[in-house]
């Protein structure tokens, strides 16, 4: 055997397309996991630059990173599974396509972890932009509730076979569009006011997530939703689309923030190690501390000297 022969993609023999005793007839093949192993290769790599960059700023400074690091880590998670031809499950298509469409066959290979890695990065990527803006905590966990309602729907018509499929694709591009309203118009404007930087970073990388956001729905329809794409064409139009909204808005998104205190968007983090105004108040409470026992010494002494005069009066 070949070197070549033994570094091949041998992630469909290991884990077939059989589930729960059920074939899928719409799957991946080499090439779509290939794609798979290579954007989570590319998310491993972006977790770790991320990590690297946070570790030369202070700790105060490190929220961005972190949450920017999470987002990637995350991914890369779910792409090792979808490379190993794991975490899906085969559906029942609601359109059935020729045998020369690439697409033939009763049901088709739906990655259900693709959907829990939006679920957890899709917030965490909109807590990256809302802190940016500065918005009001209010409006941010709001906006996370209606993403979240945007992923589950995604995942719900994704797992249903029947025409009602579009009912729950209508309930997740409302909730797309309300929070891309507030990217474009509520959150653009409060950046805006927090300064001309954090208002340039926020419109760059708010643009991007905005109009990349926007895509999905159409993949969506033309993947889980129409059957209209083979599962390879599938791992590309996805897996740009991740590459994207992830580790470049990553990139972007801490880029901008080079110069910006998280104590600016009301953000006040404290360190006890690295923060000398926190140490200041430390020790400064204890030697007021010490100020105050003495001041009660003398007041005892006052009280002796009361009594002494009382005394006084007394012979």
């Known amino acids: 055997m070949s070197t070549i022969e033994k570094r091949a993609n041998n992630a469909l023999h290991a884990n077939g397309n059989t589930v729960n005793g059920k074939s899928v007839a719409i799957a991946i093949t080499t090439h779509g996991s290939d794609i798979y192993w290579a954007v989570c290769a590319v998310m491993v790599c972006a977790t770790f630059a991320f990590l690297g960059l946070a570790a030369t700023k202070p700790r105060q400074h490190r929220i961005f990173h972190y949450i920017t690091a999470a987002i990637t880590l995350v991914a890369s998670i779910a792409y090792f599974s979808m490379g190993s031809n794991l975490g899906w499950t085969p559906i029942d298509v609601e359109f059935a396509r020729g045998v020369g469409s690439g697409v033939h066959g009763v049901n088709r290979e739906i990655f259900y972890v693709r959907y829990i890695d939006w679920f957890i990065t899709t917030p965490l990527l909109l807590l990256d932009l809302l802190l940016t803006a500065a918005l009001p905590w209010p409006t941010i966990l709001f906006i996370i509730i209606v993403d979240e309602v945007m992923i589950v729907t995604g995942l719900v018509g994704a797992l249903v076979r029947s025409s009602y499929k579009w009912g729950y694709f209508t309930f997740g591009c409302a909730a797309l569009a309300w929070i891309v309203y507030v990217l474009v118009w509520e959150g653009r404007r409060h950046a805006n006011v927090m300064g001309a930087d954090i208002g340039k970073t926020f419109l760059l990388c708010g643009s991007l997530t905005a109009f990349l956001w926007t ?87 006052t009280s002796g000297v009361n009594n002494g005069h009382a005394a006084g009066q007394t012979v």
């Open 215 to 301: 895509l999905y729905p159409i993949a969506w329809g033309v993947c889980e939703g129409g059957n209209v794409i083979t599962p390879d064409s599938e791992a590309v139009f996805y897996g740009i689309l991740d590459l994207l909204a992830k580790p470049v808005f990553g990139a972007l998104l801490i880029w901008g923030h080079r110069g910006i205190d998280p104590a600016r968007l009301g953000l006040n983090i404290h360190d006890y190690e690295n923060d000398a105004q926190y140490s200041d108040k430390h020790y400064a409470g204890n030697g007021t501390s010490g100020v105050t026992t003495g001041t009660d010494g003398v007041a005892n002494g």
